[in-house]
């Protein structure tokens, strides 16, 4: 089972936030947070340590046009899908909200499935496209690249493809330890073959890349008999 992922529900609409909250954490597959305008939005996203995997965002609120929050998010830099809530499904506002930067557009009033199915659908193209960036303690994780990079060491450790697979299982738990059985098949798939002793090898010379101190291990922890990151760890000191 994998980490709820967490969503951003930007809508002056209390009525729609609330379903929309309600329908998408009933079964566990996300955590929703919520905000009635962009100021409001604005703050959550810049709170430290603050993690979205994906927005839902209204086109008309109460201090300005989600289209143009959609622009001043990307080129802030922020990646992550972004599919825009619309009253209306005139082709011209569809194009200007794609143009901003939005990865899909839905018009109100929308059936909660089809939602539900496109949000899933960005959300896996994202996370195998070339932008997929992921912040884990003090690195940077580019999994499509393979890559770790450390900015304040202008560091890049090259990865595995199963250190990469294990490094996005993990982030995508979140803070809930991933049990090693759950953590072999969803990297090795049910391979009779392949034992946990594969999964603690690669762990091991995962944390030599990674720990500065590998044998006490502070990013990827052993907990509950498996494995989880800490996204508590903000540098790695230097020796």
Known sequence: ?????????VDDD???RQTLVEQLQLEGEFTVQEAASLAEAR??????????????LDVSLPDGDGRDFCAELRKDGLRMPI?????SDDEADIVRGLDAGANDYVAKPFRIA?????????MRLFENSEDAVFSIGPYTFRPSAKLLQEPQKNRRIRLTEKETAILKFLY??????????????EVWGYNAAVTTHTLETHIYRLRQKIEPDPANASLLITEGGGYRLNPEVAAVPVH
């Open 172 to 185: 995508r738990a979140g803070t809930r330890p991933v049990p090693r059985q759950v953590l072999l098949n």
């Open 114 to 122: 089809e939602l539900l199915a496109r949000l899933r659908a960005q």
């Open 14 to 16: 209390r009525i729609l």
């Open 43 to 56: 703050e959550k996203l810049k709170t430290p340590d603050s993690r979205f995997d994906a927005l839902l």
């Open 83 to 87: 599919i825009m809530l619309t009253g």
């Open 1 to 9: 089972m994998t980490g709820a992922r967490p969503i951003l529900v």
